[in-house]
């Protein structure tokens, strides 16, 4: 907080405005005068983070604040108790720039700017607007951006630019010398190279060992100096729990920092909340809203949820061909769950024409994504020879395979079905009422969909843990409340057969606190961890299967 301020009193319906200079006297103390208490102010912080409450005390006066929000440049607090005529709300607002900040103006733009820069990096320079990340010239980019770090070797900007073009080259040599550059720029207190970090550990990419809890640590480092991308992930964490206790109150908070900002994502996953009623009252209204805030924005997941709510006709007039549009807009770009959705509707001619030639399309993309609804569609495609493919029990065994890995009870019945005829190769009656020729999307989709863009992603990603667990046993050591403990899989025979390693993510107290186990000779205790600690916690499971897919588990340990 050192340096000069405008202090923002907001009391009784009027405000002014008063520029302060703050002087550090002390850890996380500061003393300055303020216009809205008489004589000179201490200022306590809490913790000395950006999410900090604070305590203003003085002759006369002792007021506690807690935090409402902060970004790199704003600090506000609101009133919570004290005595002295504390104001209701406090907003600080920089007048210079923290020290930090100097590298968005310290060299003048240079060209690794105009090829490397990030669109969500607050700190490039003023008139670059910025690059994605699949439209940087990787080869341009990395030379011009060396060529700036060489005369510049201490800028974090440049190391964090160059960083990107290094992962958009891609190469396994080029991928670790970006994560040393977000490295160095994180350490330099860089929140965009804070916040890409954090996604390589969440991510276990980048050469690094997946980490939720330093994901976490890092996001937070990021979101408590008004990152927006960071307060969107790191409510992701709170939303499912990684790296953190889930914590739905937490998931909005960081949702509604991040959409204070304008992310686009971050309205896309508050919509989810209120959808769900998670965290906020559920209100079908305020969820339409925000989804169309991020739909407007390009956001894929935005796009779907929203067609998703007019296809259901949740807090808007239902209107198929609108939900079309919107599936469309999400499945061009990518979007598995928005494919399967727009082919559904293709499939039976709601809100488009019907066509059968595109509905197989559609789902195929989908089913190439691993989209469980879509391998089960695109078999039942293939078991009646319908939308141009050929009829093809084989092939819509091995789809039903796929979906029934994954848990869709529809695609085990029909793959069960399937098994028990004596001639796979004749059917030619049309498939049993239990199995719809047809489903809508609102009626199959509303326990995928809702949840979070991130969650619905990982949803759709490789084979179900299905009726797989982490179990423990446990052993007391000595008489110091030690204990040896060994976390295990649990499974049917088939299953287990099908896990190529499992990751485990310890407390991260722990050194090394990821550990692989690869193979198993003990059939009691397959995929066996051995560890020993004075204290339970949650364990995380990666399960890596052996067709390259993999799904995630999380055990308490139990004493």
Not at 83 to 109: M, Q, Y
Not at 122 to 144: H, L, Q, T, W
Not at 325 to 349: F, K, P, S
Not at 543 to 548: E, H, R
């Amino acid at each position: 907080m050192e340096g000069q301020w405008t202090i923002k009193w907001v009391a009784g319906g009027n405000s002014k405005l008063e520029q302060v200079q703050f002087h550090r006297n002390a850890l996380n103390r500061h003393t300055a005068a303020l216009p809205f208490f008489p004589g000179l102010a201490t200022i306590t912080v809490s913790d000395g983070t950006g999410g900090s409450d604070i305590k203003v005390s003085g002759t006369g006066f002792d007021c506690l604040y807690v935090y409402s929000s902060y970004n790199e440049n704003q600090f506000a607090w609101t009133y919570k108790r004290g005595e002295g005529g504390c104001p209701p709300s406090a907003k600080f607002l920089r007048v210079s720039l923290p020290r930090t900040d100097i590298a968005r103006t310290d060299t003048g733009v240079l060209e690794c700017d105009r090829l490397a820069a990030s669109p969500l990096d607050s700190r490039r320079p003023i008139g670059i607007p910025g690059i994605p990340m699949e439209k940087i010239d990787a080869s341009e980019a990395v030379r011009a951006c060396q060529d700036d770090l060489n005369s510049h070797p201490n800028n974090p900007r440049i190391a964090f630019q160059r960083a990107r073009a290094l992962v958009k080259a891609g190469s396994p040599a080029e991928l670790s010398e970006a994560t040393r550059l977000y490295r160095l720029a994180a350490e330099q207190g860089y929140t965009s190279a804070q916040r890409n970090l954090a996604d390589l550990y969440r991510d276990g990419s980048g050469g690094l060992q997946q980490n939720d809890y330093e994901a976490a640590r890092l996001y937070r480092l990021a979101a408590d100096r008004g990152n927006a991308g960071a307060q969107y992930s790191l409510g992701y964490m709170y939303d499912t729990g990684r790296g953190v206790p889930k914590d739905d109150r937490e998931a909005v908070h960081f949702y509604e920092l991040a959409v204070e900002q304008g992310d686009a994502g971050a309205h896309a996953n508050l919509g989810g909340m209120y959808a769900n009623g998670r965290g906020v009252p559920k209100d079908d209204r305020e969820t339409v809203r925000l989804y169309r805030v991020a739909a407007n924005q390009g956001n894929a997941a935005g796009q779907r949820r929203l067609g998703f709510m007019y296809e259901s006709g949740r807090g808007v007039v239902k209107d198929e061909r609108e939900a079309a549009r919107l599936y469309e807009g999400a499945a061009e770009q990518g979007d598995a769950v928005a494919r399967t959705n727009l082919a559904v509707l293709y499939e039976g001619g709601r809100g488009v024409t019907q066509n059968y030639e595109e509905a197989a399309r559609l789902y195929r993309r989908a089913a190439e994504q691993k989209d469980a609804r879509a391998q089960y569609r695109l078999g039942i495609f293939y078991e009646n020879g319908r939308g141009g493919l050929p009829k093809n029990d084989r092939e819509a065994a091995r789809l039903y395979g796929l979906a029934a890995n994954q848990g869709n009870q529809a695609a085990q019945a029909a793959l069960t079905r399937l098994n028990s005829e004596d001639h796979p190769g004749a059917h030619t009656q049309p498939l049993p009422a239990t199995v719809p020729a047809v489903a809508s999307s609102a009626q199959t989709l509303s326990a995928k969909d809702d949840p979070q863009s991130a969650a619905s992603a990982q949803s759709n990603l490789g084979v179900t843990t299905g009726a797989l667990e982490i179990k423990n046993t446990a052993d007391r050591v000595g008489t110091n409340n030690e204990w040896k403990w060994t976390a295990y899989m649990t499974g049917p025979p088939e299953q287990i057969a099908k896990i190529h390693c499992v990751r485990y993510t310890l407390h991260p107290t722990f050194p090394d606190p990821v550990r692989e186990v690869c193979g198993t000779s003990d059939l009691k205790h397959p995929f066996a961890l051995s560890a020993s600690g004075w204290g339970t916690f949650n364990l995380r499971g990666r399960i890596l299967f052996k067709d390259g897919s993999s799904s995630e588990l999380t055990h308490f340990l139990k004493f």
